[in-house]
Structure formats: C-alpha cells, structure tokens
C-alpha cells in the first residue's frame, strides 16, 4: 500500500473526525485524517472547551462578589479581561496539542489543508502541500459554522458571532444577544456576570426553548433575577449601526422597540459546512442544508459517511464522537454496534444556573400518548446544595406509569451537567423506577437529589 492509500480517509478533524481516525486505527486500519485549519475543530478551539473556560472565570468572579456569605472577604473583587481571555486561548492550545499527540501516538497520517471528495475512492486535499488520497472507506466530518441572518453579519466590532465573542477585547457595557439556545444562554451568562447589562432575544415563545418547559420557566426567573432582560416570542427588525454603538430594532409582544447597544451577538443556529467537498456529481443526499444517512452513518455514495453536524440534529461533539465510533465499527464488521438512539444523548448548557437533561419532556411524553409520573425535587431540600450555598435549582423526572421506564430527565442547577449522566446510564441500562429507588446514593450529595426525583414520582419522597 503506497504512502496515500490508505483504508478509511476522514476529512475534518473535530470531535467526529478525529475520534473516527483514532478508532479505525486502533482496529488496525491504515488511517489518514485531512485538516485544514485546527485539530479538535471548533468544539476545542472556539467553541465547547474555550467557552467553558470563559465560564469558569465568570463563576469565580460571581463567587468572589458574595465571598461574606461564606465568611470571607474579598473587597474590591475585580477581573482582568484580557487575562481571562488569554486563559481561555490556552486552555484551547494545550487541548489541540493533546489531540495531535493522540493522532501520533495512534500511528494516524495527518495531511493538512482543505479535503474534498474526488472521485470514486479518492481525496484531493488542496493547499500548500497538495495531495491526492486513495481509500476503501471515506469519512465527511466537516462540520458547521454559525448562521448567520442579513443585516447581522459579523463584522468583529459591532456585531459577533461565537468566535467574535470569545477573544472580546473590552467588556460592552450594553449586550442583545439574538437567540436563547446553549450558545447565547451561555454567552449572556459569561458577560452578564462580567457586569454588561444584557438583553436576550428569542423568537420561541420561551428562553432554551429544546428543554422541558418548567425547566424552561425556571431559568427565565433566574435570568431575570441576576439582571438580564428577555424578550420571547421576538423577532429582529431591523439593526442600524453607528460609531461605537448598534440599534437593533426589535417586535415583541406587537411593539417595535428600538435597542441601543454597544455589541450585538448573534447566536441563531449553525449551517452544515457542506460546500466545496466535492458531494456535486455523487449519490449523496442533502435536506435542510445536512447531509442525509442512515443509522450507521452511510451516505447513498457507496463508501463515503458523514457524522457529526454535517448531518442530522442534534448537534452536538459527544453525539458526533459517539457516531464516529459506530460508524468505524460498523465498517470493521465488528458484531456488537448498536445504532445511535437520539432519545439517549444528554444535553448540557453551562449557563449559571446549568440546566442538563436526557430523553423526552414531560410535554413529549404525554404527545406520544403516554401516562406519565412525574417527580420533582427542589435544591433547597438537599443538605449539600444548602452547604455550598447553591440552592437554587431542581430535578425533574418523567415516567412511563405503566411500565416504569424512564421517559426523562431534566435538571436546572449547580453542576447538574456532571450529574445528567446519572440518568443518561440509567436510560442506555433500560433501567425501571424500581433499580433507582433500589440504589443507594452517598450523602452529602446533591446526587441524592436525583434519588429523590424518583421517589417523588411515585409518592415516596422523604425530604419534601
């Protein structure tokens, strides 16, 4: 086999590539991988790791500001911008080192620039040191890039997009942020506790409109209680931009309003990266802007597979890292591959309060005709939350009455994205309430809360 042939060629190298090429790999398939720009894609580089540790810093400072609660004292708590940014930068460096010693390390053959299908079996990989690749097995992973709408492109002054809004070089004092899901939500959380009075608009009739609505509900009042104003049910008139400021103009609730600020962050969603990847003249499908496959990931093009947030939603780098691994699997015609089940990836948003969940909400569940029960428990009831002086916050849990399944799961509150996957194992293991009630939790806790959900679903609930 000469040094460009090779068994599975991925192109892209995120969280759904470069898993892809370690996996084929460690099967003993030869492995090359075509980068054009960051290794770790934007999930490692502007997006998913950069952003938590923006967030890290805003908690810090957060806690700093109510240190007498804890009976410390840390007057005059103040933050440097640019440092944070910079840790930020190298939390981000040191991640993308890691991924190219894993590539290394697993024998993968890294070819940078821009790969694009070329015929049958074959990878033109277009740069400053151009090649063409020859391979049995075609992975796309090319990923997506954030929508942006007229009127509101990124021009990194006035208006940005995610990667505008990670390397800020001041702090606006005035913020509208277009769009509630995890991006926005998480990006008004960061400069909301950075002291920038902030404005978030959503078209939805409520704020992380894909979570349970209660959930939903909660947020909202915490939002509103550290200072940020939501518009729902809003839509973007109009923007008009000015020295050092912007007037968006925006229809709520059937007024105009004109909102004057001095950044705007649109946070609307992403587009699929599927231009100039050579799917012209091939079998592949696209709908909605995204590739089209079946449950192991293939494509209609014999040999070629997409992952990731090529395809179908949701868009997430755990659920393109997981069809990497089904996808290679697959392909090495190993027995024990199971196809991904939508209903079983957790989601996570890392605003302040966090908000996790896995499976259907409780308005999911009755929509599909099923009886349900329902549990709750509040973090004011749970002795650890209450000694780390987190208490606002509560866990949901969603029953089949009948059988007993689990249905879902939905939490709003201090590191409820560490605790999701409690639920998330629980679901993959078919467990009943029965299991859950039966398993011991260690006190203190706050895991005990999710016992306690469970128990409260079906009228047990000891501390409430």
């Not at 950075?194 to 609505?213: A, H, I, K, N």
């Amino acid at each position: 086999m000469s040094d460009n042939n090779f068994d599975v060629v991925v192109i892209g190298g995120g969280p759904g590539g470069y898993v892809a090429a370690i996996r084929a790999a460690q099967l003993g398939m030869k492995t090359g991988l075509v980068e054009r720009e960051h290794l770790g894609g934007i999930c490692l580089n502007w997006g998913c790791i950069p952003t938590k540790a923006l967030l890290r810093s805003a908690d810090i400072f957060r806690t700093m500001k109510h240190a007498e609660s804890y009976g410390l004292a840390a007057p005059g708590a103040s933050f440097d911008l640019a440092k944070i940014v910079a840790r930020s930068r190298g939390v981000s460096k040191q991640l993308n080192a890691g991924v190219k010693g894993l590539l290394k390390k697993n024998k993968v053959t890294v070819f940078d620039g821009h790969g694009k299908l070329a015929g049958k079996g074959k990878v033109a990989v277009e740069g400053a040191n151009p090649a063409t690749l020859s391979a049995k097995h075609i992975i796309l992973a090319t990923g997506a890039r954030a929508r942006v709408l007229p009127g509101l492109e990124p021009d990194q002054d006035s208006v940005w997009t995610y990667k505008e809004a990670l390397v800020p070089q001041t702090m606006p004092k005035r913020l509208l942020v277009i769009g509630s899901g995890a991006i926005g939500i998480e990006f008004a959380s960061f400069f909301n506790a950075l002291g920038s009075e902030v404005t978030v608009v959503e078209m939805m009739d409520r704020v992380l409109p894909v979570e349970d609505e209660e959930i939903s509900a909660f947020a909202r009042k915490s939002f509103e209680k550290q200072g940020m104003r939501i518009l729902t049910g809003a839509t973007v008139k109009g923007v008009k931009k000015a020295a050092g400021t912007v007037t968006v103009q925006v229809e709520a609730a059937g007024k105009l309003e004109d909102i004057v600020v001095d950044r705007v962050i649109s946070a609307v969603g992403i587009v699929a990266n599927i231009e100039n990847i050579g799917l012209e003249g091939t079998k592949i499908k696209v709908e909605k802007g995204h590739v089209v496959t079946d449950q192991w990931c293939a494509t209609d093009e014999p040999g070629v597979y997409a992952i990731g947030d090529l395809t179908a939603p949701p868009w997430l780098a755990h659920k393109a890292s997981h069809e990497a691994v089904i996808c290679i699997e697959k392909i090495a015609g190993l027995r024990d591959v199971h196809p991904l089940e939508m209903m079983k990836i957790p989601g996570c948003t890392y605003c302040h309060p966090q908000v996790a969940s896995v499976g259907m909400t409780e308005k999911k569940a009755k929509d599909k005709g099923y009886q349900v029960k329902v549990g709750r428990f509040p973090f004011i009831g749970n002795g650890k939350a209450i000694a780390l002086g987190e208490t606002e916050g509560m866990i949901k849990t969603v029953f089949d009455a009948r059988t007993g399944e689990l249905l879902g799961a939905h939490m709003i509150g201090a590191e409820v994205t560490e605790m999701i996957q409690g639920y998330t194992v629980a679901k993959t293991l078919e467990t009943t309430e029965a299991e859950l009630m039966h398993t011991v939790f260690p006190h203190p806790t706050l895991s005990e809360m999710m016992h306690e959900a469970v128990l409260d679903a079906y009228g047990r609930a000891i501390h409430i």
